[in-house]
């Protein structure tokens, strides 16, 4: 089980869920941040920061943003496990269901 970025971040991404994360699991691509699922201890502190409530424990995700469980989790499927976020720094890539959608945060 894990943390799930769902699509409130899109095109938001202010960071402030990396600051709270106590394992530096939180990844950054183009339009979004992505929780890796291997190297989330399920802790729970970045979901109460999140300005736009786009963090969910994957249970309770939303069934509208059903997609983003498996945006979160096929973000790494070349990345693998690289432990640690921060030496990665912003990965020049998104999912393919994040990529896809129209700029947000305009309506
Ligand atoms: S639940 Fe904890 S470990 Fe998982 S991403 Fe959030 S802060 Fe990091
Ligand atoms: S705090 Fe929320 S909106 Fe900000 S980067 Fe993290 S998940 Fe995205």
Redesign the pocket.
């Known amino acids: 089980m ?2 799930v970025i769902a699509q409130p971040c899109v095109d938001v991404l202010d960071k402030a ?1 990396i600051e ?4 530096d ?2 990844y950054e691509g183009k339009r979004m941040l992505y ?1 890796h699922p291997d ?9 109460p920061v999140c300005p736009v409530e786009a ?1 969910y424990y994957e249970d309770d995700l939303p069934e509208q943003w059903s997609d983003f469980y498996k945006a979160n989790v096929e973000f790494f499927d070349e990345l693998g496990s690289p432990g640690g976020a921060s030496k990665v720094g912003q990965i020049d890539k998104d999912h393919a269901v994040v990529a896809a959608l129209p700029p947000q945060g305009e309506e």
Request: charged share 20%; aromatic share 4%.
């Open positions: 894990t943390y869920c709270e994360c106590p394992v699991c939180i929780i190297e989330c201890v399920d802790c729970g502190a970045c979901e963090i």
